[in-house]
């Protein structure tokens, strides 16, 4: 919890002050200085960027990596919740575990842990030399996304994409269950 409210103070910080007090004297004086669009303009950018420096910030709080830091702004910009959230989580939650599985022989150890809490993106450079890799990753993530819509399993933006790592996606998922 206290990395997610410290995320969000720091992207609050980032997004919104500038807008805040550089904003509103620019607007104040932009009659008499109108070159000085370009400020209020740019604040303006700023603040309507904080979903997604919300995203950022809250998945740094958690170490994420520059790549998972981006499933998460890029759903908390969204606004990615509820079902689609929950299917995100078991979309990860299955390409991690289907990693892990497959390369139990060719990986150390430590790498299929690592797939296991949900770190499939230490792959990319696979993915990229042998592209077939996926197929099975996503066929394994398309049949978990369709339970997740059977079976309502829900998340909120923050959690989308989290997977199993900090088991952010399984509390959230836990939560939003009758009686959770």
Same mark, same amino acid.
């Given at each position: 919890?206290?990395?997610?409210? %410290?995320?969000?103070?720091?992207?609050?910080?980032?997004?919104?002050?500038?807008?805040?007090? $550089?904003?509103?004297?620019?607007?104040?004086?932009?009659?008499?200085?109108?070159?000085?669009?370009?400020?209020?303009?740019?604040?303006?950018?700023?603040?309507?960027?904080?979903?997604?420096?919300?995203?950022?910030?809250? *998945?740094?709080?958690?170490?994420?990596? +520059?790549?998972?830091?981006?499933?998460?702004? +890029?759903?908390?910009?969204?606004?990615?919740?509820?079902?689609?959230?929950?299917?995100? %989580?078991?979309?990860?939650?299955?390409?991690?575990?289907?990693?892990?599985?497959?390369?139990?022989?060719?990986?150390?150890?430590?790498?299929?842990?690592?797939? &296991?809490?949900?770190?499939?993106?230490?792959?990319? *450079?696979?993915?990229?030399?042998?592209?077939?890799?996926?197929?099975?990753?996503?066929?394994?993530?398309?049949?978990?996304?369709?339970?997740?819509?059977?079976?309502?399993?829900?998340?909120?933006? +923050?959690?989308?994409?989290?997977?199993?790592?900090?088991?952010?996606?399984?509390? %959230?998922? $836990?939560? &939003?269950?009758?009686?959770?």
């Amino acid at each position: 919890m206290m990395n997610v409210l %410290n995320g969000l103070s720091m992207a609050i910080l980032i997004a919104l002050i500038p807008s805040a007090l $550089l904003g509103e004297l620019t607007k104040a004086i932009l009659p008499y200085f109108p070159s000085l669009q370009f400020i209020l303009d740019a604040t303006t950018i700023a603040m309507r960027l904080l979903p997604a420096i919300i995203g950022l910030a809250v *998945a740094m709080q958690f170490g994420r990596s +520059i790549l998972e830091a981006g499933t998460i702004a +890029i759903a908390t910009a969204i606004s990615l919740s509820g079902v689609a959230a929950g299917a995100a %989580n078991l979309g990860v939650v299955a390409a991690g575990f289907g990693l892990a599985i497959a390369g139990w022989q060719a990986n150390a150890t430590g790498t299929s842990i690592a797939h &296991f809490l949900g770190s499939p993106k230490i792959q990319m *450079a696979n993915f990229v030399r042998r592209p077939i890799m996926m197929l099975p990753i996503l066929a394994n993530a398309a049949i978990l996304g369709a339970l997740a819509g059977i079976l309502k399993i829900e998340g909120t933006p +923050i959690s989308a994409g989290f997977g199993v790592s900090g088991l952010i996606g399984p509390v %959230n998922a $836990l939560h &939003f269950m009758p009686g959770g």
